[in-house]
């Protein structure tokens, strides 16, 4: 027993640690340290010697250390007094293997599994610290990413990453006993998410020094049947097999642009979102060309790093908006069971990315004039004299509709007023509207111009979704909800009252995502264009590079009101030109 209590002094001592004074006498004796106290009591001071120049994660990660030490009697949780225990040899062997889940190895501080024996107290201490940092730092990138604020990089990502307390992670991993299996269970179950890594891990074990065949940025249009030099590169690049010789034993031309290769650039464009015709043009030259982004691991890290901040439950029922791939998806069970093209908001007014729960289907919807419109686009052009009337819009101020060519729009604040346009044909909003209530004033709707559908690059609208079968959407939403059939809701629509509000019983989960990389059912890698540069930000925030992050307004901040010019006179046709931007851009 005094050999003990002598060790312990020994561990105080190399610590630099000041004890009161310790009686060797047995009668009265004193409490003292042992190792592993001791152990404990040395982390809880490097913790709070290191404490400089910490992130809010890093530093809330050190004060539940500090508290949990405490709490479970100054016992370390990794070390014991031979060296690292088999406990904290599995959560080094978990965290050495980040790479394989999208994350940095090289990022954790880790000790060696294997200390010098006999192990001195610095040692352990050592040890144990650097093992209880890094399995926070690691819980905390695994079920959050490793940017713990998407809004820093842009309003449009209102994203709450699920994190879990550094406290609840502390006690989980002292109570388990396969830490290295709780923290590997910390990552993303979503199916998108595993099928992103499994083929990351794919394509690094298949890395070559390959040099990729370049396609002639300009030359003909390359069309099935016809014979170019061009095929030959085309061939190639695609890694198109020539046709067998024929029976007669004519060789096959390979300049030729024969059916096999037709095929071959088909599954091309569609997997890069391209309109799958089989002609090689100017756009398809230029993607096989290096003109779409490389696919490489940063693309499938940063769509990883997004998928961390999804919802861990999406829901039994939700439907599944991807922003870059212009679609929405109704899911049941894991399954897709509707799919639809949709218009998303302009570069300039995006449509933001976030996950409400649907309420309310509104049939024959009135359309309210949002602010920022009112003040940026339809003030301006009333204040040079136009008319609401004949685009059916109305006016109303206290509740009481109002003749907008009575209001003198140089002086009067269009803050102050309602402006809407009731149901109708020629209704911005179309028949009707999918109401989530959210902070941003956005929504799903229909739309009377349909031929916006037809085009692949689809940011017209003002950050809204458009749909392009809106009936059929909700025809599922409300067969799923209340059991209605389809002619019950085609019934509703044809006669129902205007502004016929359907709330739901029970809540649909709506998630607004932007994933540009995925991988489909055949497992195969898709990729589309970063149309709102969000998977840049993300690249740029995961290197550290904060500062070269395109930066915007924040959306949320109030609408700028500046005071029109003095109007000319009333009539003039100055809404045309807005209108005809407004209505086939909300």
């Known amino acids: 027993m ?10 105080c001592a190399s610590l630099g640690w000041i004890a009161p004074a310790i ?93 010098l024996s006999p192990a001195t107290a610095n040692a352990l201490v050592d040890a144990e610290t650097k093992l209880s940092i890094a399995a926070l730092k690691y819980a905390r990138f695994a079920r959050g990413g490793r940017i713990p604020d998407p809004r820093r990089m842009s309003s449009y990502l209102d994203r709450d990453p699920p994190l879990l307390s550094p406290v609840k992670v502390l006690e989980e991993l002292s109570a388990t006993t396969d830490p290295g299996g709780y923290l590997a269970g910390l990552h993303p179950k979503h199916d998108g998410f595993q099928r992103l890594r499994k083929k990351l891990i794919e394509m690094r074990a298949a890395q070559t020094a390959e040099t990729p065949v370049i396609m002639p940025a300009v030359g003909p249009l390359l069309a099935p049947g016809k014979a170019h030099p061009d095929v030959v590169v085309l ?71 997004a998928w961390r901040w999804m919802p861990e439950d999406l829901g039994r029922t939700h439907v599944w908006v991807n922003l870059p791939e212009y679609m929405l998806r109704v899911v049941k069970d894991g399954q897709v069971i509707h799919e639809e093209r949709i218009i998303i908001g302009q570069t300039d007014k995006q449509t933001p990315i976030f996950s409400h729960e649907l309420e309310t289907v509104v049939l024959h919807p009135f359309w309210g004039v949002p602010e920022s419109i009112k003040v940026k686009e339809l003030l301006p052009s009333l204040a040079r ?54 902070k941003h004033q956005v929504y799903m709707h229909d739309t009377p111009t349909k ?6 690059t689809r940011t017209f609208s003002h950050g809204c979704m458009r749909v392009r079968n809106p009936m059929r959407l909700a025809e599922i939403v409300l067969r799923e909800d209340k059991g209605w059939n389809e002619d019950k809701v085609q019934s509703m629509l044809a006669s129902g009252p205007e ?11 709506v998630h607004v995502t932007y994933f540009t990389a995925w991988v489909n059912d055949a ?56 209108f005809q931007n407004l209505f086939g851009g909300f």
């Open 451 to 456: 031929n916006l559908f037809n085009e692949s």
């Open 2 to 11: 005094r050999n003990t209590r002598i060790a312990a002094l020994v561990v």
């Open 235 to 305: 061939r190639q690049r695609l890694k198109a097999d020539l046709p067998p010789t024929a029976a007669d034993g004519t060789a096959p031309n390979p300049e030729l642009y024969d059916a096999a290769l037709e095929e071959a650039v088909k599954a091309y464009q569609r997997e890069n979102g391209m309109t799958p015709d089989g002609l090689v043009g100017r756009n398809t030259r230029a993607a096989l060309n290096g003109g779409k982004r490389k696919v490489d691991e940063g693309l499938l890290i940063a769509n990883m790093e």
């Open 23 to 115: 009686a060797l006498e047995p009668d009265p004796p004193q409490k003292l340290l042992t190792m592993s106290e001791g152990i404990a009591i040395g982390v809880r001071d490097r913790l709070a010697s290191s404490a400089k120049g910490l992130t809010d994660g890093d530093r809330s990660d050190r004060d539940a250390l500090a508290q949990f030490y405490v709490a479970r009697a100054n016992q370390p949780l990794w070390v014991d007094e031979t060296g690292v225990t088999t406990k904290g040899k599995a959560v080094i062997e978990e965290i050495r293997r980040a790479d394989d889940w999208g994350l940095e190895a090289a990022e954790f501080d880790l000790p060696s599994s294997e200390l």
């Open 499 to 509: 502004n016929n509000n359907i709330p739901l019983e029970t809540k649909i989960p």
């Open 523 to 578: 497992g195969e890698l898709q990729s589309r264009p970063d149309v709102y540069q969000h998977e840049k930000r993300i690249r740029l925030a995961l290197a550290g590079q904060w500062d070269r992050i395109p930066r915007h307004r924040d959306h949320l901040l109030p609408v700028e009101y500046v005071r029109p010019e003095v109007p000319v006179a009333q009539g003039s046709n100055a809404l045309g030109d807005f």
């Open 385 to 438: 004299g136009s008319s609401l009337e004949r685009r059916g819009l109305r006016l109303q101020y206290n509740g009481r509709d109002v003749d907008p060519l009575s209001v003198d729009w140089s002086r009067a604040d269009i803050r102050n007023y309602h402006v809407y346009q009731p149901p109708g044909g020629g209704n911005v909003l179309g028949v009707v509207k999918f109401l989530f209530p959210n």
